[in-house]
């Protein structure tokens, strides 16, 4: 029988950030990306939540010890990100625009080479309470 | 390998309603729907979130403008249901019961036939913070 | 030395209500109160948080009990209001506008009876997250 | 076509636990279970988000009640656990370390079997707001 | 006797900036502003509440509309600060430190001057839901 | 003219206790306080909010600062109590009743002596959401 226990550890990062296109005009940038594409920037209080998979060990009752991965979290992600300019502080938006999409799948690359990989991985994105996005899709 | 990412979009609108069965009896409908059989009505502030799963564009790096999204759900959806009887004012509901449920289900029917056939679409509603509904669901 | 301390306890409820003032024409009504008019209803999720200031006592630690505190203001604001139509089955309404002010209003003066003397009491209303009211202002 | 909806209802309760394995060492769970094996225990406030999917009613527009889902919960879940020391009060826990993993299974086991087993039943288990876990693993 | 109430509206901008005094050196200016003082800038989602305090008017029971209230702080506050580089594109802030206190206060001097002046008016501002700051001080 | 501002930084701790008076018979602490009298402990994730009210000084724009701040209060409250049992690990409560409000009074008797006298200092201590104390009153 199924098992199996998710559990979410959720952290915080605020960075700033602008969306663009650098192959495109600064018109249909504008007329794409609105105000986003800001060439002063903006940005936001992030929160990341973590999704971990697995069966609970039988002598700790842990799929994964939350403390472990909120720290794991802090020192891979929150480290990269936090208090930066997406676009000019984190090599991996150089060439990649910084959308909430973009920046979950990143930092679902990072996180999921640490994570034994018999565990799912999933990773929820707030860029506010009301903007948020989930990769990969369930 | 799946590049699927899910963004949400959280909406708001405040309406009045009742549930009521209109083929029952007085009794009947107050034994099962108890207080919110009151024939006056009582009311919510509800928050509609919308679940859109598909591929990233390239050029965008967007699964949907969630400025876009926002402006759809509320031209579609809001527009209609915000501070309004939901028994009284909305066609939908003449003759089906607004319970959450039914509510999730109208809204998702709204907007499934606005958003792109590839991408995958669901309702979460909530009636209030402890109490909410998915559709479909997963 | 002031030892005084706040206590606060807060409590929900749901109802419908319209805004109106009777001795006005239908076209001033809406005029001033836009959507919040809707003649068939709208309706919210209010939070009421009570705040009650004295002395702790020095045998319980407690200024109140929040507990006593809890079942007062459900037996004697809940019970009234929740699940109803403000205007139409809340007798202190028939002739007041059931703004957020007016029900804080109400809401305290029903209260203030019930509570030591010595004790000061404030009322914050949420209409919605974003909508609130205090009565007393301080 | 899938008609399924879920319905989630949220109730809460507050209780003191250690995290705490017999059978290793008071070095080796201090070790691996740090501030949280304290002997003299702490506390949370525990939130439970109970999902159940199923079709809705024709009759009555519900998957399931949520106020009979309410007290459901209340009678088999939160009597059982709030106020308590879920070390040394829940007979479930003498030899099951109170883990929110193990936590969850548990209230998922009192509430599988008082649940129409066509309906599906999902727990999750909020230990703090960052800290949550879900059972079983969708 | 005081019938005065109190009532709140709740507006939120996003931003980016960076804390710095240009009459400092590099080193003091990250001595003491820390990862806040990054050349390249952060950001928030902030979240601004206006408190209005007045008699409520005896037709209305309105102190303030707070559809008004809404629309005022949308068109003076949020048009000029959401989705800006704060240090860069607003002209209050070219030699003002972008600091949650000072933010506050220029709103604060926006709003004084276009609310009738027989109300009180209190700014608080969220930089983070954990940092935030009231202005005047009550 | 008042240039005062309130600074507010909220920390977060999880502890256990009972609440009990040593001076009176067992059926009376079970008479007054209830279930929280449980001799086998419970707990609660408290939020303790601290207000620092000054001026901004002219060469920073802040009042305190507030990494500052959250330092001070981690290092002298949140150590102290974080993953405690109140009654029995924290010697403030030896003898006096972990409530609110007498855990709210010892936080601002530690904080008092470490901020500047010429600055208000207030603590708001949340027991859980909707069970919270301010001392000073205000």
Chains 1, 2, 3, 4, 5, 6 share one sequence.
Not at 15 to 31: D, M, V
Request: proline content about 5%; glycine content about 2%.
């Amino acid at each position: 029988m199924n098992k199996k226990v998710s559990v979410y550890r959720k952290e915080h990062f605020c960075a700033a950030h602008r969306l663009n296109n650098p192959s495109w005009s600064e018109e249909k940038n504008y007329a794409v990306f609105g105000k986003c594409n800001n060439p002063n920037y903006h940005g936001h209080n992030y929160e990341v939540e973590v999704k971990v998979t697995g069966e609970p060990a039988a002598d700790t009752g842990f799929v994964i010890d939350l403390k472990y991965l909120s720290d794991l979290i802090n020192e891979t992600v929150i480290e990269k990100l936090d208090h930066k300019n997406l676009n000019l502080d984190v090599p991996e938006f150089l060439d990649t625009n910084p959308t909430a999409e973009n920046i979950a799948m990143v930092i679902y690359d990072i996180l999921r080479s640490k994570i034994d990989e018999r565990m799912n991985l999933q990773v929820r994105l707030y860029e506010t309470p009301r903007n948020f996005v989930e990769y990969p899709a369930s």
